[in-house]
Every structure is written in C-alpha cells, then in structure tokens.
DNA sequence: ATGAAATTGCAATTCATTTTCACTTTATTA
DNA sequence: TAATAAAGTGAAAATGAATTGCAATTTCAT
C-alpha cells in the first residue's frame, strides 16, 4: 500500500530529524527499494538487489540504513536458525510468523490471532510487557515430503 | 528426573556407537555435566561452568560436544536475536517456550499446550511437518517495570 | 601390544557484521 | 555564497562467535 509506505517514510524522515543526520540519496535509496520491496531480505540480498538498479553503493551503507531502519521500527531483524540476519518489514513481522523448511529453506509466513492473543495471555500472568514476538515452525514443507510418505 | 538423564545418556550413547565414536573422560564430563544441570547455557557459561569443576577442558572441546548433543536430539540451539547461541536440554525446549526481558536479560520458560495445539493446526493447513519450534515474546519484565514509570 | 581411528588443545581460519579512517557531502551560519 | 562543523561514504581492518587443521594423545578392536 501507498499509504503504509508512505507513513514508514516518513518515520524514517522523523527519526532522522530526531537525531540530527542528514541526507544522503545513497542511503534514501536503500530506504526506499526497502520498504517498496516489503518481503524480507539477508543484506546480501538487499545489497544485490540495490545493487542492480544502482551501482555505487556499498555493503557498509546498506548495513548502515538498515540498522537505522531497525531503529527506527520500520525493520525487524530475524534470525533463522540460519548464520545470518533477515530483515523484513515490521508492518508485516508484527503480524505474521513463519514456517521455515529445513530442506529447501523455503519460508511460508502464516497469522493467526488466536495464538496472539494465547500470547498476550501467556505475558499477563508474568506481568510481562511484550513488546515484539516470533514464533517459527521449523519442520518440512508439503514439497520436500512429495516423493510419497504415509500418514 | 533421573530417568530423564539416564534417558539422555542412553541416546548419547546410542548416538556414539552409530557413529563409531570413542569415549573421552573430557567430552563424558561436558555432556553429563549439561544433562544434569538441565537448564539453557551459552558455550562460554558452560565452559565456564565446566572449568571451575574440572580444569583443563577446552573450549574446542565444549563446542563439539554440544554439535554432538544437538545432532542426537538431546540439546537444541536457540538464539534469542543474541550474538551467541544458547543451548538447553531438548526434552525442555520441546515443551516451553520464554519470554525475553529485553532490559534486563532474564529469560522466563512458559508453557502453553493451547498454543501448541494451534501451531499444530497451523502447520496442517499448510501441509507442513513440524519437528521443532520456537516461541518468543521480548519485551519488558515485571521487575524491570517497576522503577520504572517515569514522570 | 599394535595400529587404525577418534579426541584434544591450540592456533589459525572463516564468515557475518561492525568499526575505523580518510575523504566527500550536507546543511547551518556568517 | 563561503566557511565550517557534522554526517555520510567506501574500502579495508577489526571484531567476535564458531569451526577447522594439525600434531600429539588416547581409545579400543584385534
């Protein structure tokens, strides 16, 4: 959505002013294919994908927009189970989890409120304040079983 | 309790012998030393651990011992979005998941059958076979909000 | 007891990520 | 608009957790 889009720019746009940073078309770049692209992505990815519509722009600074976009509550890191960090928009990570496949790696994101609020009960009876929450199903996706299996 | 040890050292064992593994006095006392303190560990804790009763194991050694735990199911790694790798007893971490005090560190195990049963019929809606997950809520624990609450 | 094979410790290596630093760009002020 | 202070940048170096290579040591089936 535009309007999604346009409310993350202008967090970034905040958050910026908050800290006193400038400009840089660089890094508005980074910023920008990011939240456009909305899926997850590890920095490599990111980095190649910017890197083909835009040469000139190095690891350190995609690495760099990232952590601000983080800090700023527009990204979220995950991690895995893998060795490195996906990053992937928050509009989106505060709202699904993941099935992750062993085999093929694949990842199949799924929300369900139920469990969300099983969660938010779960943080009540500790008298937590939850804040960010992941749940991950590691197992094998209906492709990697296909080559037949009983059950 | 005991039973639950002896299982785990049993499957060690079992582990080793289908690999035409040796037994090592070090690598004996890392693993028994971990099954028996039943609870989640960074390598360097239970290095750490592990050298105040018995000096002279390495930290190669401890690494390998815990690949050698997780391979046969006895641990599993977890990483709560820290740098490092945790580990804990497998028969735990399949029936509990925390809640991560993102202040002060703390990590408190819950367990919830009701969301474990959702997850389940999560995964079968996506043909999706799980054999492990993980649950996470970050956020703010109940000690750490109380000098809290600022003007 | 022998010898093939596993184990160990240390150092070296790997790999993702972070930091450093010399240089460039931005933006505020004069 | 020029001066200047501070942020941004890329490339290389540093970091830190985890893994590995290797020589020396230990295990164990024979």
Redesign the pocket.
């Known amino acids: 959505m535009n309007r999604k889009n346009d409310r993350a720019i202008d967090a970034f746009i905040r958050h ?1 002013a908050e ?12 910023v920008d294919f990011f939240i456009r692209a909305n899926r997850h992505f ?3 990815d990111l980095y190649n994908a910017v890197k083909a519509r835009r040469p ?13 976009l983080t800090e700023c509550g527009i990204a979220a ?1 995950s ?1 895995f189970g893998e ?4 990053y992937e928009p928050i509009e989106r990570s505060g709202h699904h989890d993941h099935l992750i496949c062993r085999k093929c790696g694949r990842i199949i994101e799924f929300e369900n409120l139920e469990i969300e609020k099983l969660q938010q009960r779960v943080a009540r009876k500790y008298r937590f304040t939850v804040t960010a929450h992941r749940l991950e199903l590691y197992g094998v996706c209906r492709e990697c079983q296909r080559p037949a299996r009983r059950r």
Chains 1, 2 share one sequence.
């Not at 800290?19 to 980074?30: C, I, P």
């Not at 000139?56 to 601000?68: F, Q």
């Not at 060795?83 to 996906?86: I, L």
């Open positions: 910026k800290r006193g940073l400038k400009s840089s078309g660089k890094r508005a770049f980074v590890t920095v490599e000139g722009i190095s690891y350190s600074t995609v690495y760099r927009a990232l952590r601000l890191e991690m060795s490195v960090t996906r």
